[in-house]
T-cell receptor
Framework: DAGVIQSPRHEVTEMGQEVTLRCKPISGHNSLFWYRQTMMRGLELLIYFNNNVPIDDSGMPEDRFSAKMPNASFSTLKIQPSEPRDSAVYFC???????????????????FGPGTRLTVL | GDSVTQMEGPVTLSEEAFLTINCTYTATGYPSLFWYVQYPGEGLQLLLKATKADDKGSNKGFEATYRKETTSFHLEKGSVQVSDSAVYFCALSDRVGTGKLIFGQGTTLQVKP
């Protein structure tokens, strides 16, 4: 299994530009999470999807941030316009869906991608 | 709400020293507990987990026991190696079964030869 795939791995852009980060979850996983990691704020959950539907976007910092999941195998996180304070490492993670027997199966580990290091100049 | 508190780092140890990283949690119900590790330049990966009280999770020489009475899940290793240098995150599962994890702030471990 290829694991969670993120692209690009590194992105350097100038303030005001649009940035799009991409994530391919593990095949068969039906929940996807976007995180941001900085030295100052640690690991923050931005948004998560279940069956391609956004469930909780309360962590999205501003309207400049948007996320989509058009199908089960692809998600994007877009920042428009970008600002220097958006510089961070952005992670995507996925988990498999629950079994029909119990929601206990939801309590599985999240599988993280390698992250995208974003630098906004 | 539910929360996780880890001991502050960085923790600096010599090779072969004993490691403890403290983690306590606040939660209603019976969450699962996790330790994740993040090596430099990489994403987080699961190190170990425990799904109910008194369970012990173990992996790669690391251990942690789910202690409901003290609401703790301390990470231990008897003899650390330089290759264990990383950031360690304690986490608990969201109690409503969404798959969300609530992470601690992370503890940086540096092991010197």
């Amino acid at each position: 299994d290829a694991g969670v795939i993120q692209s690009p791995r590194h992105e350097v852009t100038e303030m005001g530009q649009e940035v799009t980060l991409r994530c391919k979850p593990i095949s068969g996983h039906n929940s996807l999470f976007w995180y941001r990691q900085t030295m100052m704020r640690g690991l923050e959950l931005l948004i998560y999807f279940n069956n391609n539907v956004p469930i909780d976007d309360s962590g999205m910092p501003e309207d400049r941030f948007s996320a989509k999941m058009p199908n089960a195998s692809f998600s994007t996180l877009k920042i428009q316009p970008s600002e220097p304070r958006d510089s961070a490492v952005y992670f995507c993670a996925s988990i498999p869906g629950p079994t029909s027997e119990s929601t206990q199966a939801r309590r599985n580990e999240q599988f993280f991608g390698p992250g995208t290091r974003l630098t906004v100049l | 709400g539910d929360s996780v508190t880890q001991m502050e780092g960085p923790v600096t140890l010599s090779e072969e020293a004993f490691l403890t990283i403290n983690c306590t949690y606040t939660a209603t119900g019976y969450p699962s507990l996790f330790w994740y590790v993040q090596y430099p330049g990489e994403g987080l990966q699961l190190l170990l987990k425990a799904t109910k009280a008194d369970d012990k999770g173990s992996n790669k020489g690391f251990e942690a026991t789910y202690r409901k009475e003290t609401t703790s899940f301390h990470l231990e290793k008897g003899s650390v190696q330089v290759s264990d240098s990383a950031v360690y995150f304690c986490a608990l599962s969201d109690r409503v079964g969404t798959g969300k994890l609530i992470f601690g702030q992370g503890t940086t471990l540096q092991v010197k030869p």
